[in-house]
């Protein structure tokens, strides 16, 4: 079965809001995101990014509203939707006093990764940390540390990457080359929904724009181009930093 026959959308949700007490994060948020696109997610500090990138990965339990991913509902179905998603957080999710290697087999365990071995090798290839397998996390760099999270999230193949910041702690190299991992990912029609700061990443990588602000969601199109003016996909480089 196709990604895309799994539902109308990799990512869906309809009316969800979150507080915090008095503080209403969330209000009555809509959000849709289709199969093979990198959708992009912009808001000032505080406008909720964090708060609905954890609900969407099943981190966080909205106030009300659903949320749907590749067409299950989270709610009803929240352990096999959370499988079908990778995510890359503030929060590293990784064990410090294990090496890199052996975070990645836990994982792999978890998520009943087939060939774990192959893929393991595959994935710290993919975000070059081959030659710092064995060490232990908390000796890494927060470059490194990231890298490793996001070989941490794409180890099972989600269908979807949801990524909060990704491209924090790493250098410039490994922002490009974590674009190229994003692009090559959706062209196999895998989705990524990802929150950054920075105009220029997403003038470079988005197919489509969200932008949170008071609580709510306007979609753009991005930047007044069409995905047809991305930049080309180009064979993933090792991501550095």
């Known amino acids: 079965m196709s990604h895309a026959s799994a539902g109308s959308s990799a990512i869906s949700a309809v009316g969800l809001r979150k507080d915090y007490g008095d503080r209403s994060v969330l209000r009555g948020v809509d959000v849709a995101v289709a199969w093979g ?3 992009v997610l912009f808001g000032a500090n505080g406008a909720g990014k964090t708060t609905l990138l954890r609900i969407l990965a099943g981190l966080s339990r909205p106030d009300a509203g659903e949320s749907h991913i590749a067409g299950l509902r989270m709610r009803r179905s929240g352990g096999r939707a959370r499988t079908l998603v990778g995510f890359v957080g503030h929060q590293t999710l990784l064990y410090s006093d294990l090496t890199c290697r052996e975070n990645l087999a836990f994982y792999a365990k978890l998520y009943g990764v087939d060939h774990p071995q192959a893929r393991i090798e595959s994935v710290l290839e ?4 081959v030659d710092r397998a064995d060490r232990r996390v908390r000796t ?22 949801l990524l909060d910041e990704p491209e924090s702690g790493l250098d410039t ?35 489509s724009v969200l932008t949170l602000d008071r609580g709510r969601l306007a979609v753009e199109t991005p ?15 090792p991501v550095h930093g």
């Open 37 to 39: 696109q990198i959708a």
């Open 173 to 207: 190299d490994s922002v490009a080359s974590l674009g190229d991992l994003l692009r090559d990912w959706t062209s196999s029609g895998k989705t990524a929904l990802l929150t950054t700061h920075s105009l220029e990443i997403g003038q470079a990588w988005a197919d």
């Open 126 to 129: 993919q975000v070059a940390l």
């Open 140 to 161: 890494l760099s927060h470059g490194m540390q990231k890298r490793l999270s996001v070989a941490r999230a794409i180890l099972h193949e989600p269908a979807v990457l």
């Open 223 to 237: 930047f007044g181009c069409s995905a047809d003016a991305a930049p080309a996909k180009s064979n993933p480089s």
